[in-house]
Every structure is written in C-alpha cells, then in structure tokens.
C-alpha cells in the first residue's frame, strides 16, 4: 500500500482514506475506524473477487454484479452452518474463505472470506 501512495495520486488516496474514517471513543481514546462495508468501492471489489470464484468453483458463471449482495459480517454465523461451508483459498497467506451452494427462496450461494481468523465480509448470491 505505501508503494501506492508514492504515486503520483498519492495524496488524493490518503484523503481518501481520511475521509472515511469515523471517531470512536474507545477507553476514553479518541480512535478512528473505517466501516469497510460502508465504501461503495471496497463493496464492488468484495462482489468482483465472489462473482470470480463462483465461476472458478463452478457454483454459477458470468453472474451480474446486480445479482451480488455483499456486506461486512455483522452477526456470527451459527456453528452448524459455518461446519457445512466448503473451505478453500487462492493462496493462504491472502485470503481464505468458504462458500456453500443454498439454492434456497432468493439465494443462490454463500460466501465467507477470512483473513488471519477475521471474517470480513459475508456474500450472498441472488438466484432466479
């Protein structure tokens, strides 16, 4: 990321970030926080990165990104439904994540990614 920040746009990426960032008190200090599931961008990249591996582990391809609905995790996912994820990884120091086909009312799959035992986002798949 610093390697970006040199470029030539360097100081219009840093406002960027500085603009999203939210105060917090926490412990009687001011922090400041970021609600990645709150930028319109990092969202469109979650939904490129799932709509990507969909097609990888032929659950559905060429899936428009209007059929994508991603978010932070916001509620743990109960113990049962996560143990029946399919676990996988591009490359595990990157990202892991799992994914399970649903085929329920609406919902074509699921989508959890983890970095370092983090969850980051929790992806759903609109079906027909």
């Known amino acids: 990321m610093q390697h970006s920040l040199r470029q030539i746009d360097g100081p219009r ?12 008190e926490v412990n009687g200090k001011t922090r400041h926080i970021i609600y ?3 930028d319109t961008r990092v969202i469109r990249v ?21 059929r994508v609905w991603a978010d932070v995790m916001k509620y743990r996912l ?5 143990a029946q994820m399919a676990y996988a990884h591009r490359e595990p120091d990157v990202v892991e994540y799992r994914y399970s086909v649903i085929e329920e ?13 983090h969850i980051l986002n929790y992806e759903l798949f609109r079906g027909n």
């Open 13 to 24: 990426r840093v406002q960027d970030i500085v603009d999203t960032w939210q105060q917090i």
């Open 36 to 38: 990645l599931g709150e």
């Open 46 to 66: 979650v939904k490129k990165i799932v709509r990507g591996l969909s097609h990888h582990h032929n659950v559905m391809t060429a899936v428009p990104e209007s």
């Open 78 to 82: 109960p113990a049962d439904l996560f």
């Open 105 to 117: 009312v609406g919902i074509q799959s699921a989508w959890l990614g983890e970095k370092r035992g």
